[in-house]
Each structure stands twice: as structure tokens, then as C-alpha cells.
């Protein structure tokens, strides 16, 4: 993000200046449904083929796509106290999740001198994180069910803003989680369990938990685009309607060729990574 791209290595992160890129078509859908207007989502339109994922010259009618990029050269490495899971792009900042509990922010708008925070602490590993660029705000929930409130605008102002009770049944079922407005729907696998959140001003002062979403088949992925929720089930992509106040419905399903190992929503279009497939 940001024009970087980052490698995260056990205990550091090397920072690379951005990749050259392709940028796949995605055709008109052949099941129907809106291609990507963002309106009717009752049927789920997908691309006319799925890209393969190789690194050779096999691809694009035997042009190797990476032919001519130049070896990257890092801008620099932040290392950190202990091994780190994962990082999720924060605006102009990098979240780093540690292997154990707890995360720390990185500037990056100097990224050949990025700057880290110090560590706040959670119950546990954190498993996932959403955040509100608009609002400067990390949500996030970790392997105890336990949710989180961070201000995660500026390291200064890097802090735990909330923190809720866990969640009963949560601890050690969280799959991931993805965030529709102030609610969090928290994926268990069996099951996705609303939470909305109450703000004092701009700080969240409180929250509910909604009825759980009982799925018929457990889910493995869950993202949110375009006002829809969509869960990936082995190999079937499902969207749902979340109202903030209502019954979810579901809005169409579309079955995929393999299992799905990966779940991306941008607006109204979803990229699925399929074992075996590809994109």
C-alpha cells in the first residue's frame, strides 16, 4: 500500500519502492447479476476466466510478466522486538501484528525512515484487523474473542480507545472478521456474529451483540464491499444483505470450481483465490 510493497520476515520488515503491475479485465459476468454497478446483487456475475497463478512464461501466450523489472532494492528494514504474524496497511501507517499478543504502528510517510510505536498489548494473537481510513480507527478482535478499538491515525496518538468483554463462545473459533459501517461481523465458521459499536462523539463508548448469523455449512473467508457481506464455504461464494437493524438475507451464491484459500472485496467486486485455479 502506499507505493511500497513490504516483506515481512520473521522479526522485520523490509520496505520496497512499488512493483510494476498488471492490470487483469474482468468481462461481463456469465451467471448473471450486476457485473460491478454496485445495485443488484441477487445473482453473482464472475469473469469470464480465472487468472492462473504461475511465475513463468507460460502465462499471457508465453510473455513472462516479470520480464525487464529491475531488482528491487529495499528503502529499509524496521525490526521488531519478537516474530510478527502479519501487517495490515493503515492509511499512510502499517499495523504489525505479533505471533504472541499484542501490535505496534509504523509511520511509513518517510518510508526510508519508518518509525514504530510502542507495543500495545492484547488478550491474545490478534487475528484480524479492519480499518477506517476516514475515521482513523482500528477494529480488531483476537484469538480469546476478545474486540478492540485503536486509534491508529498517527503513532502519537496510537492507543487503545475500547476493549469489550469476550465474547462467549469466541475463544479460539475467530476466523476473521469484516466491517460493514460501526458493526463488526466476526466469522466463526458455523456461524457470523454481528457487533455494533456505540460512539460518544468520536470515541466508542459501548457495544452490542447482535443475532448470529447461523450458516448451513461451516465458512472459511469472510469480506465486506459494496454494502454486502460475502463468506466463502469451501467452494461455494455466497453475498449476503446485513441491514443494520433486521434479518440478513441472502442475496445469491456462486459455486466455485476447488476450495477457497483466499477472500478479497473491493466495492462490488470479490476476488477469490481457488485451490488449484488460480484467481
Known sequence: GGGLTGVLVDTALLLYPGCSRRDYSFGEGVNGGAKDAGVDRTGIATSDSSVALDTGAASDAGVNPF??????????????????????????????????QGLVLIDLSDPTVPVQSPALATDGKVISVEYDEEEGLA????????????????????????????????????????????????????????????????????????????????????????????????NLLQAWSV???????????????????????????????????GL
Open 67 to 100: 520480464a525487464g523489472i529491475a531488482a528491487a532494492k529495499a528503502l529499509a528494514k524496521v525490526d521488531f522486538a519478537r516474530a510478527v504474524a502479519s501487517t495490515v496497511m493503515a492509511g499512510d501507517n502499517a499495523l504489525a501484528l505479533f505471533a504472541d
Open 139 to 234: 477494529y480488531a478482535v483476537d484469538q480469546t474473542g476478545k474486540l478492540y478499538v485503536f486509534s491508529a491515525r498517527s503513532i502519537e496518538g496510537f492507543s487503545k480507545l475500547y476493549e469489550r468483554a469476550v465474547l462467549p463462545g469466541l475463544t479460539n473459533k475467530v476466523l476473521g472478521m469484516a466491517r460493514l459501517g460501526t458493526t463488526l461481523h466476526v466469522l466463526t465458521g458455523d456461524s457470523v456474529v454481528p457487533v455494533r459499536f456505540v460512539f460518544t462523539g468520536d470515541v466508542p463508548t459501548g457495544s452490542t451483540v447482535g443475532t448470529p448469523l447461523t450458516l448451513s455449512s461451516p465458512a472459511t473467508h469472510i469480506a465486506a464491499g459494496g454494502g454486502a457481506l460475502y463468506l466463502a464455504l469451501q
Open 243 to 277: 441491514p443494520a437493524n433486521g434479518v440478513a438475507t441472502k442475496l445469491g451464491e456462486h459455486a466455485l470450481s476447488a476450495e477457497a484459500r483466499a477472500l478479497l472485496a473491493k466495492g462490488s467486486k470479490v476476488l477469490v483465490g481457488v485451490a488449484t485455479e
